[in-house]
C-alpha cells in the first residue's frame, strides 16, 4: 500500500535505516542507525569517525542505505525504534521474536525484526514510511506492514522541495471561510485559539476544522480502547483521512527554521549512544 515515489510527509524528519556493507571483504555486514538527514549520514559513514561516521562502520566501507524508516513524531520515538531494531532480545515488546539462526544472514534477521517491530505497540500505531532507497535489496516483509504503513520506493527528495509542495498543495486546497467560522471548532463549537493548532481536513471545499483532542476522540469511536487514532472518515466531507498526515500537516512550515537544531540533534544523539 501506499505511494511509490519520493514524496514524504511534511514536517521534521526522524528517520531509522539500515546499512549494507559493499566492501568484499566485510559484505553482508550491516549497521542500523538513526539520522534527520539520510544523504549527509551515509557520507559520513562512509568518511570515517574523522568525518562525523559510527565507529562499527569506520574503515569498513563503502556502505550503501538500503532502507529507512521514516515518519517518527519525535527524535526519541525514532531512537527508540532504532534501539530495539539493534537490540531485539533486550526489548520486552519483540519477545517472540527467534533468535538469529546460524544460516540466517545478518540482513534477513534484521528484516525479520523489522516485520515484527511494525505490528507490535506503540510503533504499529506510528505514521511511519517503509522505504526501499534501493530497489535491488528489497525483500517481502514477513508478516507484511499493517495497512497503514506506505511502502514507497527511490531516494528522499530534499526536504526543502518536498515542504514547499506540499505547504503549495496544502494552501490550494484550504477552505475559504470567514473569520467567525474559522474562529470555532467543527465538532464542539468550542473557540479555536491559534496557538493550539487546529487541525484542517486537505481535500478541497472541507470546511473542517478542530481540536487535536475533538478530532481524535471522533476517529477513537470505533476503537475505545486507544489513545492514538490511525485514521478516521472527515466528519465534514467524509473522505478517509490518516491521522499521521493531519498532524504533519499542522506542523508544516518551520522546517527552514529547524534545519539547523536537526543537524546538530542527530551529532548529540548519536555521539551519546556511541561512546
Same mark, same amino acid.
Given at each position: 500500500?501506499?505511494?511509490?515515489?519520493?514524496?514524504?510527509?511534511?514536517?521534521?524528519?526522524?528517520?531509522?535505516?539500515?546499512?549494507?556493507?559493499?566492501?568484499?571483504?566485510?559484505?553482508?555486514?550491516?549497521?542500523?542507525?538513526?539520522?534527520?538527514?539520510?544523504?549527509?549520514?551515509?557520507?559520513?559513514?562512509?568518511?570515517?569517525?574523522?568525518?562525523?561516521?559510527?565507529?562499527?562502520?569506520?574503515?569498513?566501507?563503502?556502505?550503501?542505505?538500503?532502507?529507512?524508516?521514516?515518519?517518527?513524531?519525535?527524535?526519541?520515538?525514532?531512537?527508540?525504534?532504532?534501539?530495539?531494531?539493534?537490540?531485539?532480545?533486550?526489548?520486552?515488546?519483540?519477545?517472540?521474536?527467534?533468535?538469529?539462526?546460524?544460516?540466517?544472514?545478518?540482513?534477513?534477521?534484521?528484516?525479520?525484526?523489522?516485520?515484527?517491530?511494525?505490528?507490535?505497540?506503540?510503533?504499529?500505531?506510528?505514521?511511519?514510511?517503509?522505504?526501499?532507497?534501493?530497489?535491488?535489496?528489497?525483500?517481502?516483509?514477513?508478516?507484511?506492514?499493517?495497512?497503514?504503513?506506505?511502502?514507497?520506493?527511490? /531516494?528522499?527528495? %530534499?526536504?526543502?522541495?518536498?515542504?514547499? +509542495?506540499? *505547504?503549495?498543495? !496544502?494552501?490550494?486546497? &484550504? @477552505?475559504?471561510?470567514?473569520?467567525?467560522?474559522?474562529?470555532?471548532?467543527?465538532?464542539?463549537?468550542?473557540?479555536?485559539?491559534?496557538?493550539?493548532?487546529?487541525?484542517?481536513?486537505?481535500? /478541497?471545499?472541507? %470546511?473542517?476544522?478542530?481540536?487535536?483532542? +475533538?478530532? *481524535?476522540?471522533? !476517529?477513537?469511536?470505533? &476503537? @475505545?480502547?486507544?489513545?492514538?487514532?490511525?485514521?478516521?472518515?472527515?466528519?465534514?466531507?467524509?473522505?478517509?483521512?490518516?491521522?499521521?498526515?493531519?498532524?504533519?500537516?499542522?506542523?508544516?512550515?518551520?522546517?527552514?527554521?529547524?534545519?539547523?537544531?536537526?543537524?546538530?540533534?542527530?551529532?548529540?544523539?548519536?555521539?551519546?549512544?556511541?561512546?
Amino acid at each position: 500500500m501506499g505511494p511509490a515515489g519520493n514524496s514524504v510527509r511534511p514536517g521534521r524528519f526522524f528517520g531509522v535505516y539500515l546499512l549494507y556493507c559493499l566492501n568484499p571483504r566485510n559484505r553482508g555486514r550491516v549497521y542500523v542507525g538513526f539520522t534527520v538527514n539520510p544523504t549527509r549520514r551515509v557520507q559520513q559513514h562512509n568518511g570515517g569517525r574523522k568525518k562525523g561516521g559510527a565507529w562499527r562502520t569506520s574503515g569498513r566501507g563503502p556502505w550503501e542505505m538500503v532502507l529507512i524508516v521514516h515518519g517518527f513524531p519525535s527524535a526519541v520515538a525514532a531512537l527508540r525504534f532504532e534501539w530495539a531494531w539493534q537490540h531485539p532480545h533486550s526489548s520486552r515488546r519483540l519477545a517472540d521474536v527467534a533468535p538469529r539462526l546460524r544460516s540466517e544472514a545478518a540482513f534477513a534477521f534484521h528484516l525479520r525484526v523489522l516485520a515484527h517491530m511494525l505490528r507490535v505497540p506503540p510503533w504499529t500505531r506510528l505514521p511511519l514510511t517503509l522505504r526501499w532507497l534501493r530497489a535491488d535489496f528489497r525483500c517481502e516483509l514477513c508478516p507484511p506492514p499493517p495497512p497503514h504503513v506506505p511502502l514507497s520506493f527511490g /531516494p528522499l527528495a %530534499p526536504r526543502s522541495s518536498a515542504s514547499k +509542495c506540499h *505547504a503549495s498543495t !496544502f494552501a490550494d486546497t &484550504e @477552505p475559504q471561510l470567514d473569520q467567525d467560522a474559522k474562529a470555532c471548532c467543527s465538532l464542539c463549537a468550542g473557540a479555536l485559539q491559534d496557538e493550539e493548532g487546529p487541525l484542517c481536513c486537505p481535500h /478541497p471545499g472541507c %470546511p473542517l476544522r478542530a481540536h487535536m483532542i +475533538c478530532l *481524535a476522540e471522533e !476517529f477513537l469511536q470505533e &476503537e @475505545p480502547g486507544q489513545l492514538l487514532p490511525l485514521e478516521g472518515q472527515c466528519p465534514g466531507c467524509k473522505n478517509s483521512l490518516l491521522w499521521g498526515d493531519l498532524i504533519c500537516l499542522c506542523r508544516m512550515g518551520t522546517e527552514e527554521e529547524e534545519e539547523e537544531d536537526l543537524e546538530s540533534e542527530e551529532e548529540h544523539w548519536t555521539d551519546m549512544l556511541e561512546t
